[in-house]
């Protein structure tokens, strides 16, 4: 089969960063499912791990994470999905990748995909949908199925317009809270509105005076999506006593836990790999979950946040979406069809 | 009324570090509660205040936060409780101590004290168990209601047989967690599993080479009483991914933070006086939580922590109380009785 992959850590600018090569097909065994792929989207996460690192590799490693395609054949373990189902995943971290003709997935990572829409749209959506519905039904712990108690609870989500901002916006909104967003740029600013977010702070700027400015003292829950090093302070000083922060950015500085500490806030990393990188049995949470969330997107309560298409699933295509995210100013997500 | 306060912040060596004085009884409005102090325990915090800080008080200042009493009048607004009940309660932080013969707290910080008694073993608890309390089913959220869920779930306490650790234990037991609690002296072993500890681990030691050997490659939950400083690193080592780490004992220096990022734990400091501090609307909950406590006192599920009891609520015997503490290795809680 074909597929794109790399030997070294590379920049952009070498021939060798990423490149097409041919691999055998895998082989379907234990809960694994075989899956012929249709589209992939491009996260932040495909270009930190392509630059990152010292190895050497002795056979190309193969990135990719978001994926839809078509399941060609089953392992003897595998219940939940039969051949010729159309299905939706951003897979595990440690595995072979989704930039290739075929990938192998363990069937609890896995859902049907939404029925009726275009497979650019079904792509883009896997690992910012699992990210964001972690974040905030696992993590926060904003209860979706009963929105009644969200009515009067406020959520600031920090860099609202990337890939997991662009669905946590809208998943905050149909649980019901009000939903403050940041966005520094006018086609962030009406992308995040347009996407759920009731209102707008630029976080360039000092952002507790902004939302002072909208009538807010603090808020019930931060979601970080971006530095967190550099707002981790004003956040601690945004946060409601006994509130809740979850981050999906790392630090690189330490970060002043002991600010939060006079109101006994809370604070969580949420990594959406956790669970298959450590095998842990709440797994299959991630296959309920896409179930859901597909049929979110069929019901059009959420929508995809695609915003670039590109025709083929090849090393030139990925670089140019590689180098776009790299801008850091991309909007909503970048999807390769085959 | 008789009162034990200070006007600066000194070593227990200077004779006005704490003393005796006399102040007017003071009035009850709103939902305060006045109430005459029949017991009252030491906490660190009692220290911590004393000693740091440089301001000079122009009238002295009232430590004490433990408390057990009766009501003698109540605010035009209080509605839990009447004159004549007998209460304890630990108070607010930010307000004049229980080291005196009259006290004003707000009423939904405050239990009907445990029946059938002894006063210092009442004084002895509200503190510690809020602070436990909150820590386990409010922060790490341990069903205290159907503890089914908890059979095989593990939780570390770290400084078992401390003021919080001792009631922590206790509880954590008692919903049915397996406890893993550290001591480092034969005493406090001893002491810790008299009181919930099914295990016991050294936390002068490398600690997660110790857990393996009890069988456990990582515990559900940590609740870390003493040095997080010290024992931050060990605490992201030994925690399951997806677990949950509370600690009440703040940082002097920076955390670590991103260890906890591949498991997507969750930390959450517990201070209990958040609630009273920024008068939140959840300030009710710590007179539920004392009633709860109460009734588990009375059934014997727990039992008191006091330790030692000392005749007299004056400067002399409080500096002999706060001396015990300096020390560091004081078990259990120690009370002053009217």
């Not at 056979?59 to 999905?81: N, R, Y």
């Not at 990337?162 to 809270?177: E, I, K, P």
């Not at 006018?186 to 347009?194: N, Q, S």
Request: charge should be negative; aromatic fraction near 8%; hydrophobic fraction near 40%.
């Amino acid at each position: 089969m074909k597929a794109v992959g790399f030997k070294k850590h590379l920049s952009l600018e070498d021939k060798n960063s990423l490149f097409d090569f041919e691999t055998p097909i895998p082989k379907a065994t234990g809960r694994d499912l075989l899956v012929k792929i249709d589209a992939i989207a491009v996260n932040p996460i495909d270009i930190s791990v392509r630059m990152n690192g010292s190895e050497e590799y002795g056979t190309p490693k193969i990135l990719g994470w978001d994926a839809c395609g078509t399941v060609v054949s089953t392992g003897e373990q595998a219940v939940l999905f039969k051949k010729g189902d159309f299905v939706f995943y951003a897979g595990a971290f440690d595995r072979p990748g989704s930039n290739a003709e075929y990938q192998l997935v363990d069937e609890r990572l896995v859902g049907h995909a939404p029925e009726g829409m275009d497979i650019a749209d079904v792509a883009a959506m896997p690992l910012t949908s699992l990210t964001a519905w972690e974040a905030l039904f696992e993590k926060i712990r904003v209860n979706i199925d009963d929105v009644s108690d969200n009515e009067k609870k406020t959520i600031l989500i920090i860099n609202g317009a990337g890939g997991v901002g662009s669905v946590a916006t809208q998943l905050a909104h149909l649980a019901g809270l009000h939903v403050i967003a940041t966005a520094s740029r006018t086609e962030t600013i009406a992308w995040t509105k347009a996407h759920g977010a009731d209102q707008t702070i630029n976080h360039r700027q000092k952002m507790a005076p902004q939302l002072y400015e909208l009538g807010y003292e603090n808020v019930d829950y931060i979601l970080g999506l971006n530095d967190i090093d550099g707002h981790f302070k004003e956040m601690a000083e945004m946060i409601k006593p006994n509130g809740r922060i979850v981050s999906i950015t790392g630090n690189k500085k330490p970060l002043d836990l002991g600010l939060l500490k006079p109101k006994s806030a809370e604070f969580m990393w949420e990594w959406m790999y956790t669970k298959s990188y450590y095998q842990l049995p709440e797994m299959i949470t991630q296959h309920e979950s896409l179930e859901k969330i597909a049929v979110l997107l069929e019901q059009k309560k959420i929508k995809s946040t695609a915003n670039k298409i590109i025709d083929g699933i090849n090393a030139e295509n990925l670089k140019a979406a590689h180098a776009l995210i790299e801008t850091n100013s991309s909007i909503g997500k970048i999807v390769l069809c085959r």
